[in-house]
Every structure is written in C-alpha cells, then in structure tokens.
C-alpha cells in the first residue's frame, strides 16, 4: 500500500515551486520554476536510488532497475508544468503517484522482474510554446522534435533556447523500443466520478478531437441608420453557429463534445454591427466516424447559415486527432487493480488529450483518474481529496505490479 | 444657387488633413490635425467677412451679421473630427455645406434679416474623449461642461487638456437663448435614399437609443472532460441574446434597430468553456413607448436565458436617448426647398444621433440627409457624390434663407 501522508506532502511541497496567491501554481514549462521542480523531482528519485535521463526535448527519465533488467519497462509519469493560473494537481500527480511507487516498493524492499520507470513530460499544458503534449509527442514521433525545438514563444524564444537555459536540454537517447506499457494517474479534470460517487476511473480511452477556426464576414455597418433588413450582420451568424454546436454535440450523447471557446468581433464597437467574427469549434467524440459526421453536419450548418446572413465564410481545421481506446491489458489490469483494493470505480472516457494518448500509439497504455472538487481544473482554485489521490496511487501500484511482474 | 465645385473643393481640401492611405480621413478630436481643420475653417470664415466666436468646449461660431442683428440667428454646421477610420464626409460636409451658403449669399449680395451662423462642433464622434457630441450636448446643457472637459483619453490626458493645447479652450461665452431655428447637412450614413432613388432626405426625426452592457456569468470549464449537461456555458447565453435582440428589432418594423457591436469572452481559449461573456446591446426605435416595450422584451429574454442555462447576469443600461421629433417648421422649410428645386426627396427618420439632436431640445431644428455610397460610414472608403452633396446644400441654403427672411 502506498503512503498517503507522503505521497500529500510530495505534492504540497512541489506546489510551493510558483505558488500563487489564490492558492494554484504558475509553472509554465521551461521557466525557471520549471527547472526548480525538475531538480526537486531528479533529487527524490535519486535518494531512492534511480538512474535518470534527460532527452533531448527535456523529458526526465527515472529508472528502478528490474530482476530482468533486459526485459522492456514499465513506465508511469506525467507532467510538472502548469497552466498560468493552473492547480497543484494536473499533471504533478502523476509525476508524484510514480515516485510514491518507487518509494512503496523501497520501502517493501520489492524487486519487479521488469523495470520501473517514472517520466516527467516536457511542456504537456503548451501554454508558453505550442503545442501540448509536446514532450510526449516528440518522443512518441507523433510531433518532429526540430521542429518542437524551434517553436518560439511570444518574446520570440525558441523552445530549444528556453530548454537550453534551464539545463535540460538532455543528450540521452530514449526510445519508446523498449516499454512493456504506460500508465497515467491523472485528476479527471472533469465532473464525472464526483457526480457518480466514484473514487477511481478506469479510463478505456479517450475522445477524438476536431478543431476548427472559423471567420465569417459580412458588412460593417453604423448600427442606427441600417435597417435590420439590409444587415450583413457576422455575429448573427456567430449565434447561430454557436447554437449548432450545442445541438450537434447534445445530438451525440454520452460521448459528444463542442465548445465555441474564442469569439472575436471586429470591429467591436457598440454602434457598429460586426462586419466580421472570427471564432474557434472543439468537436470531441468516442466514435471516429461519429465525430466526422458532426464535424461534416458542422459544415453543413456554417454553409447555410452564411447564405441565410449573406455571410462569406472560412473554415480551416486546426487539430484533429483520432479517438484513442487503451490496450485492454492496461485497462484490465486498472481494473482488477481497483476491485482488489475495494475502490469504488467506473470505466470512463477521458475528454482530454493526455501524454498516454500519444503513449498510446507506440506501446500498451492506460489511465487513472480521481475525481477533482467539483470538476474544476486549469483554475487556481483546483482541489481534490487526499484519500482519493492515494487510492488512485495504490491503483497505479497494483496495475503496474501485474505488469512488471514480481 | 450653391456652387457645386466650390464646395467639393473645399470638402477635398479639408479631407487632406489627416488623409489615410485608403482615401479616408484620421482627425479626431482635440489633435493637431483638428487644430489644422479648425484654423482652414476660421480662415475661410473670415475672408467672407464672419465674426468668429469660440465657446468654453471648443465650438466655433462663424457669424454673418443680418439686417436685423438683433434678431435671433438661424444657425447650421456639423462637426470636422473624425472616426479614427473615418470617411471624408461624415460632419465635415455640414460644416462645409454651411460655409457654401454663406459664400453663396456673399456672392450675390444677398442680405438676410436674421444672422447667420455656421458652427463647427467639438467632438461629435467620441473617439479620443467619450461621449459623442460633446460639443453641442454642452452647448445644450444636456451633458455637463465641467464633466466633459474633465474626460480623459486612454494617455489620461482630459479633454480640457487637450483643448488647451490646439489652442481651442475659448472664453466667448455662446448660449443657445437668440437661436430661431438649427439646420445641419449631413450624409445619411445608410442605405435607404440610395435604395430608393433620391436625392434629399427631409429628416423629420431620430430614432430613440437604449444601451446596455450585459455580462453573463456561468461556469469556466474544460471543454474535453464536461459533459453538455453539466455545463454553465456563457456564450450559449449570449448567442440567445444576440438572436433575442434582432427578433426584437425586427418586430418593431420599420422603425426597430437591435445590434450586439461587442462580445468579450473569457477566458477566450480554444478548449475552455467560457465562463464569462460581457456583450453590448444597441436598441433603437422611433416611438418611445415601443422602445421601452423593447427593453422589456430584452430584460424578459436575459432572465429565461440565463435561467435556462444557469447563467447569473448583470445588465446596465449605458446611453438612454428619447426619440427627437423635429419642430414643423424646419421640417417644412426643408421639403419646401427640395420641392422648389426639384430635387427628388423623402421623409426620413435619422437611425444615428446628431448634434441637430441635442439642438432640437432647446430650439427648433431639421436636417437634411444626402445619399452615400452603399450606405458605408464610419469607414475609409465612405464615398458621396459631388451633385448630390450641392443639392442637399441647396436645399440648406432654401430652407435657411425661408427661415431667416430676406
Ligand atoms: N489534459 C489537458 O488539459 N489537455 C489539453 C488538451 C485538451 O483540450 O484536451
Ligand atoms: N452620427 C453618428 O455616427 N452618431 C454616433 C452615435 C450613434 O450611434 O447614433
């Protein structure tokens, strides 16, 4: 069984590297708070007597040597980087549920047949140099790594350079080759398991997401002296897609998402009607070809609505990534995992895009969630339980014992 | 008869002051170049003869004396600043139009019983200095001297500062008491005249405006992990309202005007839902009972909406303008004019407020509208024809002429 206090005060001492006022975390990815948390985690994995590597796009690597230490690892880890205004739980526990593994098992003096390997992914939350998920991806192939390392960030610093300047721009080459499966504790993000009183989600997949940006253009006009009949009026356009999306999304229940999150009117004056609306659309589904269908009634939807409002529009997808289901001996073994310990549990979908999704594509991957206060997270205001992180902690325990054998 | 080139000289010489790239017009209030269209203004005032008074906010009277000098005068003018993207006829053609008249009448020796007066009002488009109609709303005492000159720009340097900087903050002391009648030409600044054919517009009132500011206020929450039905989603409600505002004003025919100009969300990211949105709403009609009865309608559909979306909001009302009915006797005088001149001409309400608005409340006053090109304003390629624009300045110099006796 993992330790609950110490695995609490692993986070609460973590969360202290960019506190804020309100009580969250600013730690943006290659800051210098970055690299304090990489060093702390680097000394606590060293202390229980792990090997560490630093690839070239700054993933850490932690490594408890196995009985058999030729045989492919078994990996668990997440992220130490925050939203700007980002919780102390998204991400770091992942990162810290890893390490209270590695403790757990020093402290039984456990040996696993495979190796045991704790990562913490560069720059998941994208927030200082897009994308997410960069570490994750670049290692995974699914992102170019020189490409990643020459992205720049608005005071125009390369990736590279800000990787360089914290001292984690590592020389170890890693491959993904040699992992038996990967596994994510995570906080759920969403409002679910508190919903349905469950302690642990064991995540079966999660959805595929199409983005998209949208301007629409009509005519700017003087909002007294033009009458309604004569309007090219973009953001009533805007309104209209908005509510698509809405209905497009309920229409494809319990798995549909979309959200319009970005509205920008231009010219943006009280008395001029909006000549012009740029705007973005979140399409999330389970089912492939069920998200390409919303995404095509979607355009359905703009297309008639521009020719309603005499609107001429623009659409250009800006993400898409395909729905991914987790190998089932992941999720079995999640599973199992929870009912052994008596964990309250559900199989759940993960809405969001995790580093064990891009993990996905290259070995067997899975996921844990605990439930977060009232669903609430990328907020300083982010909270969740003690007793559930532990629990979801001894699930990530147990899963990985049956993956690396004893 | 008014002299059409000469007044497009003038107009085409006055809109190299601040001339944009794409044919348009930069002067706003209290800069230098207002100062440079003021001193023109003066300049050509004086060499036909006029006394010129400047008033505490910047409004400058060019008077030319009748044979009765003590009789009231019969005043016209506009304004010469300019929207920060602004056309070349917007105000300047009724400053303009006025000085052609009185070029007109000094050409053939014509001497009128009642003074003339041609006025250049300060600030009426509110860009630099809010609010609108600065000058002839202190003129009129429906906004407050001191208020006005203590407004600050965006640098917080105040209006009063600036004033006294372009040398413009006069001590004539001009008072609306010996005023008979107010007449200002303006560009209609919408597409009804050019819609059906004619040349003059004899505007007979103005719509009534109700502003708001509206701010919905739901719940920020990840886009991915949030169920559709536990979402507190802000845009949804101000997508509702956006549609609510034009079914409203297109219920309300032909007088009804209802635009959302502006629409702020937050956090305004890709895979956020927005937790917040702050929106305007412009509502306008002619009757004054029936735009309150608009309001309410308004103020009925945020409550439901946010209701049904468990949205909290706050909604203020920013601007509140009754409805102007112009006195007879302008009216009369101007479609007389056109009526004299052939000139093709219709009743027309004003959707835009004017400084003849303000003036209509401590005297009579009328306008008199002329086409501009697809109805544009507010923007650099606002575009009027030469003829057009003499004959609504004929029609000026008619109606003015009937008013001060000869
Ligand atoms: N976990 C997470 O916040 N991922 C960001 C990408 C997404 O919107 O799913
Ligand atoms: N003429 C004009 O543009 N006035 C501004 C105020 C309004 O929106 O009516």
Redesign the interface.
């Given at each position: 069984r993992t330790d609950r206090e110490r695995l609490w005060q692993a986070l609460m001492e973590m969360a202290k590297l960019g506190a804020t006022p309100k009580g969250g975390v600013n730690r943006q990815a290659f800051t210098d708070l970055d690299r304090q948390s990489r060093d702390l985690f680097i000394d606590w994995c060293r202390a229980e007597g792990c090997t560490i590597r630093i690839d070239a796009i700054g993933n850490i690597f932690a490594r408890r040597e196995g009985q058999e230490p030729d045989s492919p690892s078994v990996m668990t880890g997440s992220h130490l980087d925050s939203q700007p205004t980002g919780g102390k739980f998204d991400g770091v526990y992942g990162v810290l549920a890893g390490l209270e593994v590695i403790r757990t098992l020093n402290q039984h003096d456990i040996r696993t047949r495979a190796p045991i390997e704790v990562v913490a992914w560069s720059n998941e939350e994208g927030c200082r140099f897009a994308p997410c998920m960069m570490g994750s991806g670049a290692f995974t192939g699914q992102l170019g790594l020189e490409d990643m390392l020459a992205r720049t960030n608005e005071e125009n610093i390369s990736a590279g350079e800000a990787l360089e300047a914290i001292g984690y721009r590592g020389t170890d080459r890693v491959t993904p080759d040699h992992i038996k499966a990967f596994l994510e504790c995570h906080i759920?993000?969403?409002?679910?398991l508190e919903?349905t009183g469950n302690t642990v989600g064991v995540v079966v997949g999660a959805?595929g997401?199409k983005?998209f940006d949208l301007t629409l253009t009509g005519?700017?006009?003087?909002?007294?002296?033009?009458?309604?009949?004569?309007r090219r009026?973009a953001?009533?356009g805007?309104?209209?897609v908005?509510?698509a999306v809405?209905r497009i999304?309920?229409a494809y229940?319990?798995h549909?998402?979309?959200?319009?999150?970005?509205?920008n009117?231009h010219p943006?004056?009280?008395?001029?009607?909006?000549g012009q609306v740029k705007m973005?659309i979140?399409l999330?589904h389970f089912d492939s070809e069920t998200l390409t269908l919303m995404a095509e009634e979607l355009h359905q939807v703009i297309k008639e609505t521009s020719q309603h409002h005499e609107l001429e529009f623009e659409l250009t997808p800006?993400a898409d990534f395909s729905p991914e289901h987790f190998a089932d001996s992941c999720v079995s073994s999640v599973r199992r995992a929870a009912e052994t310990l008596g964990c309250s549990h559900m199989d759940i979908v993960?809405?969001?895009?995790h580093d064990a999704i891009f993990m996905g594509r290259v070995t067997q991957a899975g996921m844990i969630f605990v439930p977060c206060e009232n669903?609430?997270?990328?907020?300083e205001i982010e909270n969740a339980e003690a007793s559930d992180l532990n629990d979801g902690c001894n699930v990530l325990l147990h899963a990985m014992l049956e993956q690396a054998g004893l």
């Amino acid at each position: 069984r993992t330790d609950r206090e110490r695995l609490w005060q692993a986070l609460m001492e973590m969360a202290k590297l960019g506190a804020t006022p309100k009580g969250g975390v600013n730690r943006q990815a290659f800051t210098d708070l970055d690299r304090q948390s990489r060093d702390l985690f680097i000394d606590w994995c060293r202390a229980e007597g792990c090997t560490i590597r630093i690839d070239a796009i700054g993933n850490i690597f932690a490594r408890r040597e196995g009985q058999e230490p030729d045989s492919p690892s078994v990996m668990t880890g997440s992220h130490l980087d925050s939203q700007p205004t980002g919780g102390k739980f998204d991400g770091v526990y992942g990162v810290l549920a890893g390490l209270e593994v590695i403790r757990t098992l020093n402290q039984h003096d456990i040996r696993t047949r495979a190796p045991i390997e704790v990562v913490a992914w560069s720059n998941e939350e994208g927030c200082r140099f897009a994308p997410c998920m960069m570490g994750s991806g670049a290692f995974t192939g699914q992102l170019g790594l020189e490409d990643m390392l020459a992205r720049t960030n608005e005071e125009n610093i390369s990736a590279g350079e800000a990787l360089e300047a914290i001292g984690y721009r590592g020389t170890d080459r890693v491959t993904p080759d040699h992992i038996k499966a990967f596994l994510e504790c995570h906080i759920e993000q969403g409002p679910i398991l508190e919903d349905t009183g469950n302690t642990v989600g064991v995540v079966v997949g999660a959805l595929g997401q199409k983005w998209f940006d949208l301007t629409l253009t009509g005519l700017e006009a003087h909002a007294g002296p033009t009458p309604m009949s004569l309007r090219r009026d973009a953001m009533l356009g805007a309104a209209e897609v908005t509510q698509a999306v809405n209905r497009i999304a309920n229409a494809y229940q319990p798995h549909g998402r979309g959200t319009v999150g970005v509205v920008n009117l231009h010219p943006g004056s009280r008395n001029v009607i909006p000549g012009q609306v740029k705007m973005t659309i979140d399409l999330r589904h389970f089912d492939s070809e069920t998200l390409t269908l919303m995404a095509e009634e979607l355009h359905q939807v703009i297309k008639e609505t521009s020719q309603h409002h005499e609107l001429e529009f623009e659409l250009t997808p800006s993400a898409d990534f395909s729905p991914e289901h987790f190998a089932d001996s992941c999720v079995s073994s999640v599973r199992r995992a929870a009912e052994t310990l008596g964990c309250s549990h559900m199989d759940i979908v993960s809405g969001a895009g995790h580093d064990a999704i891009f993990m996905g594509r290259v070995t067997q991957a899975g996921m844990i969630f605990v439930p977060c206060e009232n669903g609430i997270s990328h907020n300083e205001i982010e909270n969740a339980e003690a007793s559930d992180l532990n629990d979801g902690c001894n699930v990530l325990l147990h899963a990985m014992l049956e993956q690396a054998g004893l």
